[in-house]
């Protein structure tokens, strides 16, 4: 099951239906299934709190993604600060929605094993993300 919360911010308006759809199938691609999904929206105060507490950063993101999941079956809270994507999509001269479905599904690939952070994996992470954005629009 897939839920979508907020705290201190306003629901984005996003397809929930179509965009779960999405999110399984992304999964699917990847020899998952979505097991507990709860994304959580926030502002930039949430997530810094989120990262000063959990993760002991002290410095605003995007995304933070707690990961549960067992064998083939993902699952996980996944903290999106709207503040940071709106940010983002505005210095990368972006649509905002396709920064926002951008940052959802780059959760989704961290819980489906893929990494950002070493040499290279970023241009791996960035491709998924594009193979994902390109099953939305289609």
């Given at each position: ?67 549960y999941t067992e064998g083939d079956t993902i699952s996980g ?39 950002d952070k070493g040499p290279g994996e970023r241009e791996i ?14």
């Open positions: 099951m897939i839920s979508y919360n907020t705290d201190n911010v306003a629901m984005p308006k996003i397809p929930r239906r179509a965009t779960s759809a999405w999110i399984k199938s992304v999964a699917a691609s990847y020899g998952k299934v979505v097991g507990e999904i709860a994304y959580i929206f926030c502002d930039d105060e949430k997530i810094l709190e989120v990262n000063r507490q959990y993760l002991h950063h002290d410095y605003y993101t995007d995304i933070i993604t707690f990961d809270d996944i903290f999106i600060s709207l503040d940071t994507v709106r940010s983002n999509s505005m210095e990368q001269q972006t649509d905002y929605n396709e920064e926002l479905s951008r940052v959802i599904i780059h959760g989704i690939l961290h819980l489906c094993g893929i990494d992470m960035e491709a998924a993300e594009n193979r994902a954005l390109a099953m939305l629009n289609k």
